[in-house]
């Protein structure tokens, strides 16, 4: 393994690891929510903006039926 290598091995270790250590916030009930860091990996940020907005729509539409 050339030291290229090995850093970007390490840099994928560090990231998921980041990434396993939130995950586990998922694991036990929060009934008020969670926070979560988003590290920007790949299309994360956007993919949970999606469906934030995806949900924000689904209430709003919930509302304006009211």
Same mark, same amino acid.
């Given at each position: 393994?050339?030291?290229?290598? =090995?850093?970007? $091995?390490?840099? #994928?270790?560090?990231?998921? $690891?980041? =990434? !396993?250590? !939130? &995950? !586990?916030? %998922?694991?036990?009930?929060?009934?008020?929510?969670? +926070? /979560? @860091? #988003?590290? +920007? /990996?790949?299309? &994360?940020?956007?993919? /949970?903006?999606? /469906? %934030? &907005? $995806?949900?924000?729509?689904? %209430? +709003? !539409?919930? @509302?304006?039926? #009211?």
């Amino acid at each position: 393994m050339t030291d290229q290598q =090995l850093k970007q $091995a390490q840099e #994928l270790k560090r990231t998921i $690891a980041q =990434l !396993e250590s !939130e &995950l !586990e916030k %998922f694991s036990s009930s929060h009934p008020q929510g969670i +926070n /979560v @860091f #988003l590290p +920007n /990996v790949g299309t &994360l940020i956007e993919d /949970v903006r999606k /469906v %934030f &907005l $995806a949900h924000r729509d689904m %209430f +709003n !539409e919930k @509302f304006r039926k #009211l």
